[in-house]
């Protein structure tokens, strides 16, 4: 499984999240603000 950094464009909230949380973020929004998130905001973590 794979995990990447997103960081809210918005609240510069950010966060590890795994591809299933990457998706819902993408449909949803931010967790903590719910602003609208693409996948620029999105980075790969270094392992």
Known sequence: MTTV???C???EQTIEVNDAMRETILDTGCPVCTAAATAEDFA???E
Request: glycine share 0%; proline share 11%.
């Open 5 to 7: 950094h997103f960081t």
């Open 44 to 46: 790969a973590t270094c």
């Open 9 to 11: 464009p918005d609240c």
